[in-house]
């Protein structure tokens, strides 16, 4: 079945540094990849999102390709700061529209003055 | 003007007993969503409702009864709480004839069984 993986967390990093977050994924089709982030005591809230093979979302700074031959969406930051510090969730969506998401199983990010 | 609302936000009980959790959403959205997350943030869909009808339904305990009054509510009533049903319960919804559309999340609801 479809699934998600996310690089195991905490990610901790100091400010203006570099930020990757790998995110790879299985799937039939072709599916649509998110990029939710969840502040401590929010809902999830999406970031970004890619539709299509080679589609690139971008959002505050964030940025995600969607990369069919190596099924990878991986989200980058050129300059974190000490607000992005959240969880991070890589979804894959269904090629129909029942909305269903699968989630990744997140990923903390600790961002350091 | 909170666009996905849920209540209550801490839900403290004890096992056996039944109880409630209440969504609202006022984007004007078709389909609704409840979703779990464990204590280590992972997130699983239990169900979906579109337009009052049920359109998913996960492997989820029949302890476990959503129930949608209008396409704006969708509550969830589970029986005979359990230890491990403690997580916290996010709503969701979407407008399904926006293909793609992302999902709006509450802002969860923490259930501990004690």
């Known amino acids: 079945g479809n699934s998600v993986t996310q690089m195991e967390g905490p990610v901790t990093l100091s400010e203006e540094a570099f930020l990757t977050i790998n995110c790879t994924y299985t799937?039939?089709?072709?599916?649509?990849l998110f990029w939710y982030v969840q502040y401590p005591g929010e809902g999830l809230q999406l970031l970004l999102k890619a539709t299509k093979a080679d589609d690139k979302g971008s959002n505050k700074g964030f940025e995600a390709t969607y990369r069919k031959e190596t099924t990878s969406f991986h989200l980058e930051k050129g300059s974190v700061q000490v607000s992005d510090s959240a969880v991070y969730f890589c979804a894959l969506g269904g090629s129909g529209n029942t909305g269903k998401l699968i989630f990744g199983q997140g990923t903390t990010l600790q961002v350091k003055p | 003007d909170t666009a996905v609302s849920q209540t209550p936000k801490y839900l403290v009980t004890q096992m056996g007993n039944d109880k409630s959790i209440k969504c609202e959403q006022n984007?004007?959205?078709?389909?609704m969503y409840w979703y779990k997350q464990d204590s280590k943030k992972f997130l699983k869909i239990m169900f979906s409702?579109?337009?009052?009808?049920?359109?998913i339904n996960e492997t989820v305990p029949n302890r476990f009864s959503p129930k949608s009054p209008d396409k704006a509510h969708l509550n969830l009533h589970i029986n005979s709480l359990e230890l491990g049903d403690s997580a916290v319960y996010f709503c969701a919804s979407s407008p399904t004839s926006v293909r793609n559309s992302p999902l709006h999340f509450g802002n969860g609801t923490r259930l501990t069984v004690t």
């Open positions: 984007l004007g959205h078709d389909t």
């Open positions: 799937a039939t089709g072709y599916p649509s």
């Open positions: 409702y579109n337009n009052k009808e049920l359109i």
